[in-house]
């Protein structure tokens, strides 16, 4: 792949279906603007316990894998809690694959094996509180609250019931367009389970600093020109929305960086930045990475992740509670001092007073 890797191969998926996530339809105008001392310990130092936030609502993935092998004919073992990667965007891999639970919603997924011929079982059911605030949210960027409907190798799913709503999406090439009417029962009743179950009390999002903390305070886009001696432009809003741009980056409070030089859908993609704001209790939960020491983080890995299409290599750094990670491409430099960097600045942005 040559060094024009992510500006017509992977800067045109990130931007296209960027934030629709979950939810179809037109392609809406930019999202507003988010609002917005010393190195933390060394890589060794020992960071405080951040507790898993719990879901406010009593539902199983296992109970939901049940029900969407029922359906689809696959994912009775090998569920997850976290995003579903295929056919994802490429700023789920990290720490949005865990952005729900800090919103308070739940995820269940299934990913099965690539096939040879490039194909992929793969479902994933979201369910989040809030119902109207979300749909409110989807129709201010020009999308519509749709009923779950199927086509021929895939669905998209969407019900609410009471505070909960319900999002997903099935791929598998068994799917058939009169799978519809299945479909919507299907999300209807898990839309109903959850809101049945959902506790009364409201769900407080977990403080951090670094929560609504723009792109530049993390990385300014001529720092990282700096470093690696390149031309660099920051983009960090994006057309399209879905409920899981609504939650990592409005909820959530977290950023999506991206660093070429050029504009949203052209030029050399540098670097991509995100995060998970208060995300130290997810840290440890990604597979096949390599413990490394980075200045100022209190604690690093390095690994080879991005998408099974666009794998890319990258630093996921642990500063105080908040989980950030940094992914290259083929024209990326040296990933470990802008590592060092984005920690000192997480550092300084933790060390300010309320508000900033």
């Given at each position: 792949?040559?060094?024009?890797v992510?500006?017509?191969?992977?800067v045109?998926?990130?931007?296209?279906?960027?934030l629709?996530g979950c939810?179809g339809?037109p392609?809406?105008?930019?999202?507003?603007?988010?609002p917005?001392?010393?190195p933390s310990p060394?890589?060794?130092?020992?960071?405080p316990?951040?507790?898993e936030?719990?879901?406010?609502?009593d539902i199983?993935?296992?109970?939901?894998?049940v029900?969407?092998?029922?359906?689809?004919g696959f994912?009775?073992?090998?569920v997850?809690?976290?995003?579903?990667l295929?056919?994802a965007?490429?700023?789920?891999?990290?720490p949005?694959e865990?952005?729900?639970?800090?919103?308070?919603?739940?995820?269940?997924?299934?990913d099965g094996?690539?096939?040879?011929?490039?194909m992929?079982?793969?479902?994933?059911?979201?369910?989040?509180p809030?119902?109207?605030?979300?749909?409110?949210?989807?129709?201010?960027n020009g999308?519509a609250e749709?009923p779950s409907?199927?086509?021929?190798?895939?669905c998209t799913?969407?019900?609410?019931?009471g505070?909960a709503?319900l999002?997903?999406s099935v791929?598998s090439a068994?799917?058939?367009?009169d799978?519809?009417?299945g479909a919507?029962a299907?999300a209807?009743t898990w839309?109903?389970n959850?809101?049945?179950g959902?506790?009364?009390?409201?769900?407080?999002?977990?403080a951090?600093?670094?929560?609504g903390?723009?792109?530049?305070q993390?990385m300014?886009?001529a720092r990282?020109g700096?470093?690696?001696?390149?031309?660099?432009?920051?983009?960090?809003e994006?057309?399209g929305?879905?409920?899981?741009?609504e939650?990592y980056l409005v909820v959530d409070?977290?950023?999506?960086?991206?660093y070429?030089?050029?504009?949203?859908?052209?030029?050399v993609q540098?670097?991509?930045l995100?995060?998970?704001?208060?995300?130290?209790w997810a840290f440890?939960?990604?597979?096949?990475r390599?413990?490394?020491?980075?200045?100022?983080?209190d604690k690093?890995?390095?690994?080879?992740?991005?998408?099974?299409?666009?794998?890319a290599?990258?630093?996921?750094?642990?500063?105080?509670?908040d989980?950030?990670?940094?992914?290259?491409?083929?024209?990326?430099?040296?990933?470990e001092?802008?590592?060092?960097?984005?920690?000192?600045?997480?550092a300084?942005?933790?060390a300010?007073p309320?508000?900033r």
């Amino acid at each position: 792949m040559n060094t024009r890797v992510l500006a017509a191969a992977v800067v045109a998926p990130i931007l296209v279906a960027l934030l629709a996530g979950c939810t179809g339809g037109p392609v809406a105008a930019d999202p507003s603007p988010k609002p917005s001392p010393s190195p933390s310990p060394s890589s060794t130092a020992e960071v405080p316990p951040v507790s898993e936030p719990e879901s406010v609502f009593d539902i199983d993935c296992a109970d939901v894998a049940v029900a969407m092998n029922d359906f689809v004919g696959f994912g009775a073992d090998g569920v997850k809690e976290r995003m579903s990667l295929a056919s994802a965007p490429n700023w789920y891999p990290g720490p949005a694959e865990f952005m729900m639970k800090r919103a308070g919603g739940m995820v269940c997924a299934y990913d099965g094996e690539q096939r040879a011929d490039g194909m992929q079982d793969a479902w994933e059911v979201v369910i989040v509180p809030d119902a109207q605030r979300m749909i409110n949210s989807l129709v201010s960027n020009g999308y519509a609250e749709q009923p779950s409907e199927c086509l021929e190798g895939s669905c998209t799913l969407m019900a609410r019931a009471g505070d909960a709503l319900l999002v997903g999406s099935v791929h598998s090439a068994q799917i058939a367009s009169d799978a519809t009417e299945g479909a919507r029962a299907l999300a209807q009743t898990w839309a109903e389970n959850a809101s049945a179950g959902q506790q009364e009390e409201p769900f407080e999002v977990v403080a951090s600093e670094v929560a609504g903390a723009d792109c530049e305070q993390l990385m300014a886009s001529a720092r990282l020109g700096e470093l690696w001696g390149v031309t660099t432009h920051l983009t960090d809003e994006f057309g399209g929305w879905g409920v899981p741009a609504e939650v990592y980056l409005v909820v959530d409070g977290a950023v999506i960086c991206i660093y070429g030089d050029g504009g949203e859908y052209d030029g050399v993609q540098h670097l991509q930045l995100t995060d998970l704001p208060g995300g130290a209790w997810a840290f440890d939960l990604i597979e096949g990475r390599t413990p490394i020491t980075v200045t100022g983080a209190d604690k690093a890995y390095s690994g080879m992740g991005g998408t099974s299409t666009y794998p890319a290599p990258f630093i996921d750094i642990l500063v105080g509670a908040d989980w950030i990670r940094l992914t290259g491409t083929g024209s990326s430099g040296d990933l470990e001092p802008v590592a060092e960097a984005v920690a000192a600045n997480a550092a300084e942005i933790e060390a300010m007073p309320a508000p900033r």
